[in-house]
């Protein structure tokens, strides 16, 4: 059964530092997603990740995927505060892409 | 623009009471899902229709209902909300067909409110 584990669960970094979020999954996952979450309010996909060695980069968010290692890093450079949110990574179940299997979230505070 | 849409954003209930929330997609996915997402926690996935095939999770109270008239509407019906079901709702579409990413897009949610 495909488990997903996020950690660290809470981060709470400067402006301007670097930092990255784990996403490490239990068996063979399809697909690895990103999402973005503001509070009170809904998902946000930020990426997909489909292969060994995927990279993906939007503005200062750069995700990557090692399926041999069951891996998947989100990198966060020179961090702003509006990047403040909770990140959720969810994988697919192989065989059933339409079900997700979600961490628990890394809610992520960046102060000035 | 190509969105999901639910209705109303915000639904006080009282206990017992039943209550429907609504979501529309314009996307035309053939996948629609309904989550449930309590406070700190990560999205808990009640059902989803591929088409007009309804999926249901095995550990959904039977308090839980669906419904897909169309592609494009899907409605959550709670038969009789407790106070625990007091949460966000969240509607979310994919393509369901072909290969590539079957991203799940998101609509803005119903908070539930149960008095």
């Known amino acids: 059964e495909l488990k997903v584990e996020q950690n660290p669960l809470f981060l709470s970094m400067q402006e301007g530092k670097n930092y990255t979020i784990y996403c490490n999954y239990s068996?063979?996952?399809?697909?690895l997603y990103w999402y973005r979450q503001d509070p009170g309010k809904s998902l946000e996909s930020l990426f997909v990740?489909?292969?060994n060695g995927a990279v993906k980069q939007e503005g200062r968010l750069m995700a990557s995927l090692d399926t041999k290692a069951r891996l998947s890093t989100l990198h966060i450079t020179a961090a702003v505060h509006d990047l403040s949110a909770t990140y959720f990574c969810?994988?697919?179940?192989?065989?059933?892409?339409?079900?997700?299997?979600w961490g628990l979230g890394t809610s992520l505070a960046v102060n000035p | 623009d190509a969105m999901v849409i639910q209705n109303p954003r915000y639904q006080v209930t009282q206990f017992g009471k039943p209550v429907t929330l609504s979501c529309s997609q314009t996307?035309?996915?053939?996948?629609m899902y309904w989550y449930q997402q309590k406070s700190s926690q990560a999205p808990k996935l009640l059902f989803h229709?591929?088409?007009?095939?309804?999926?249901n999770e095995a550990d959904t109270p039977d308090n839980f209902q669906s419904r897909r008239p169309n592609t494009s509407f899907c409605f959550l019906d709670i038969r009789s909300p407790g106070l625990g079901d007091a949460a966000m709702y969240l509607c979310?579409?994919?393509?369901?067909?072909?290969?590539?990413?079957?991203?799940?897009?998101f609509g803005p949610g119903t908070r539930l409110t149960v008095l």
């Open positions: 229709y591929y088409d007009k095939d309804f999926n």
């Open positions: 068996t063979t996952s399809d697909r």
């Open positions: 996307l035309n996915h053939n996948v």
């Open positions: 990740l489909l292969s």
């Open positions: 969810a994988g697919a179940k192989a065989g059933n892409n339409r079900k997700l299997i």
């Open positions: 979310a579409t994919s393509r369901g067909q072909g290969s590539g990413a079957d991203t799940q897009y």
